[in-house]
């Protein structure tokens, strides 16, 4: 009963948009095919904080305290992945999530021993994500992360400490093994001929 209390203590003004966006997630998470994702479309765009294009969110994925998610043009995120936007989750231009990603924006306090973790709040730790970001499936991002323009967040990765633009990261912990500033720019068709190749 305790929890619940403080549950609602701390949410009080955001309980009528929590109880929208759970039914209206339940409703629509799962639903295949175009129409579920141009219904997931028009649903999320009214609850999330600001949306400035039309989001591509694939069955499956889970979304949230959506008032605090703010999402750019051109967003595409996969099955299965999870966002927290309760601290505050900013994310720019072309960015693309991959299935199963996970990303918070807050996490529970660390008591003093002998205190129950499960007695204290969360601390609201924002998250931003610059434009053109691709986050690989599996990664988690934990609150308090700023991911800079261009980056790659590689599959399974556990990004820890902010991103540098154009970084490559991968690995637990995340480290940066490369930059996509390093690399020679391709033409359209070098490109897809490496593609082919490969």
């Not at 929590?18 to 639903?31: D, K, M, S």
């Not at 028009?42 to 989001?55: Q, W």
């Not at 709040?121 to 800079?148: K, L, N, S, T, Y």
């Amino acid at each position: 009963m305790h929890s619940i209390r403080r549950f609602l203590r701390r949410y009080r003004g955001r309980i009528l948009h929590l109880y929208v966006e759970e039914y209206a997630g339940w409703l629509t998470r799962h639903l295949p095919g175009p129409e579920g994702l141009a219904l997931r479309s028009v649903v999320y765009r009214l609850l999330f904080k600001t949306a400035k294009g039309s989001p591509l969110i694939y069955p499956g994925v889970y979304l949230t305290h959506t008032y605090g998610i703010e999402i750019g043009r051109h967003f595409s995120i996969n099955s299965g992945a999870l966002i927290d936007g309760r601290g505050g989750v900013r994310i720019g231009d072309w960015v693309m999530i991959g299935p199963h990603a996970v990303i918070t924006s807050s996490e529970h306090q660390s008591p003093p021993f002998g205190t129950p973790m499960a007695s204290v709040d969360h601390e609201m730790q924002p998250v931003v994500i610059d434009d053109d970001v691709w986050i690989g499936a599996h990664a988690f991002i934990r609150g308090g992360i700023h991911i800079g323009r261009g980056a790659i967040v590689g599959a399974g990765a556990v990004v820890v400490s902010d991103v540098d633009d154009g970084d490559i990261v991968c690995g637990v912990p995340a480290r940066a093994i490369s930059n996509r500033r390093d690399r020679p720019e391709l033409s359209q068709s070098e490109a897809m001929q490496s593609i082919l190749t490969r």
